[in-house]
């Protein structure tokens, strides 16, 4: 049977892990106590008969994560703020998780098309036109990111991001779950939601390039409407080059999401691995 793989989030003052059955949080509170909270997962969509269908399993588990990825970060504001009945539940959840994702939409779908609307008539292919909107949509990621770096409190999640990829790299490594030993592995990883980013701007501007130059309307609609279709093909890219990651043809193609993710993790102090450890902890003991 095929190795499970194990993943996380970085949230507010901690770290969500997922399993094949089971999800945990781990969040340090206001008095220095790990908060852990954890919680069956949906079986069909982590270790069922969906989860080994190409593409259908991308989509399924790709929206169950944003859920639960928002979730987990109201929760851990809830916590990280001294809250006493936090609770892991709440229709506020998708409501966020809706305007999240029409913002995302816009601009860094539809606004890319737009800009480029500005100067497509001096272009002389669809090909250099698609090229240059997948150039401004890669550009307006990488300076999101760039700039919200920036921010003191988003710089501690980027650490919490990080202690989480060490913790998976040494579970994955086989090295005991201390915060000392985790320490010596590195902050980046493979199948990290940062790569994702990097492999929907390529595969974006392929499949776009396919519909040529059509009309702005229609190219603002095929923007949106596509969007599944290169989610599900870029989680496929992933998690392939990740389960091939010491070929050297697959680590050159690794390389730029690796890379990228400097943008996102920093080295993360020893309490914020205990607390990425309590997590996966937790998984691994209520998974057996």
Known sequence: MEKFNYGGQAVIEGVMMRGSKVMAIAVREPKGKIVVHSEPLNTHVYSGRISR???IRALTMLWDTLGLGMRSLMYSADVALGEENAEFSGPLGWGTVAVSLLLG?????????????????WLPSSLLSNLIEGTVRLALILLYIWGVGFIPDIRRVFAYHGAEHK??????????????????????????????????????????ALLGRPALWIRLISRVLLIPVIAGLSYEVIRFSAAHRHN?????????????????????????????????????????
């Open 53 to 55: 269908w190409p593409f």
């Open 248 to 288: 050297p043809l697959m680590r050159a193609i690794l390389a730029p999401g690796l890379w990228l993710q400097q943008l996102t993790t920093r080295e993360p102090e020893l309490p914020m691995l205990e607390v990425a450890i309590a997590a996966l902890q937790r998984v691994l003991d209520e998974e057996g």
């Open 167 to 208: 913790t998976i790299n040494a579970y994955e490594d086989g090295a005991p779950l201390t915060p000392q030993g985790v320490a010596a592995y590195t902050t980046a990883h493979p199948r990290c939601g940062t790569s994702f980013l990097l492999v929907v701007a390529v595969i974006a501007v392929l499949v776009f």
């Open 105 to 121: 939409i816009g601009l860094f779908f539809v606004m890319p098309s737009l800009l480029v609307s500005l100067v497509d008539r």
